[in-house]
């Protein structure tokens, strides 16, 4: 299985139709691969607080339609990062998009831990409440989003609900950048599932980016690791090799606590 992970670089001075438009042709261009993957809120920038309201957007509105064109033109399966929602009542969320090689929308997942503690995203978007995968032919994504990852409760949930395949879209910012890298690891190795991690480059709302887009195996051995600034990487990995850990080491099966069954779409 072929993943491109496209690291876009968010720009205050890039107006957000221009990034939108230029994130679909870099999909596009991506037609090799059988999943792309943009990273958490790209089209106004995760710490773009400012911003998020002037820019929200109904489920199926700019983005999701120039997402979904750009998904059919390339034939590949497609996580679209996530924007800012507008729900019917009012209500502000961190929601990702995926879709299918001909453009229909397959899962949107609205992100769970919001950060910021007592400010930003934790106060002005709306929790989401649901676990989501998304069975593809080759294998079954996991989707998280940014603040997720220190999370480990959720991703077990994913796994238990059959992901072998974790998919995380960030924002995450450069200070922190070492926890990043060390998260995924932990996640892949715990969950002996593969950690698909892509961030954003550049500078916004004052913060500046990790970059470092990260694809971890289910031995927690790092197969791509991105520089800092835009690029799209590019890895080959092989599906299967999920189950074949999981049978050749079964830590999975020697479990003795666990959480009351995740609410699943």
Not at 24 to 39: E, N, T
Request: net charge negative; with cysteine.
């Amino acid at each position: 299985m072929r993943a491109s992970l496209i690291q876009i670089a968010v720009d205050p001075d890039e107006s957000v139709n221009s990034r939108r438009e230029r994130a679909a042709s870099l999909v596009v261009a991506q037609g090799d691969a059988d999943l792309v993957v943009l990273p958490e809120l790209w089209p106004v920038g995760a710490f773009a607080y400012t911003a998020f309201a002037d820019e929200a957007e109904p489920l199926q509105g700019p983005t999701h339609d120039v997402m979904a064109k750009a998904a059919a033109e390339a034939g590949v399966w497609l996580h679209a990062g996530s924007f800012v929602e507008r729900a019917d009542d009012g209500t502000l969320y961190n929601t990702s998009l995926v879709f299918s090689p001909q453009g229909e929308r397959a899962a949107a997942y609205r992100k769970i831990h919001r950060f910021g503690f007592d400010k930003g995203e934790a106060v002005m978007m709306g929790a989401g409440e649901e676990l989501v995968t998304v069975a593809l032919p080759q294998t079954t994504l996991g989707l998280a989003t940014c603040y997720d990852l220190r999370f480990p409760e959720m991703f077990r949930g994913l796994v238990d609900a059959g992901a072998d395949t974790l998919v995380v879209a960030a924002g995450w910012p450069e200070r922190r950048r070492s926890h990043w890298t060390l998260l995924a690891q932990a996640r892949a190795v715990e969950n002996q599932a593969y950690v698909l991690a892509v961030g954003s480059s550049g500078t916004h709302g004052g913060v500046e980016q990790a970059g470092h887009s990260i694809v971890v195996d289910p031995w927690g051995e790092v197969l791509a690791e991105a520089g800092a600034a835009e690029e799209v990487l590019t890895v080959e990995f092989d599906p299967a090799r999920t189950a074949t850990t999981r049978e050749q080491f079964p830590a999975l099966k020697d479990r003795r606590l666990g959480l009351a069954p995740p609410s699943l779409t």
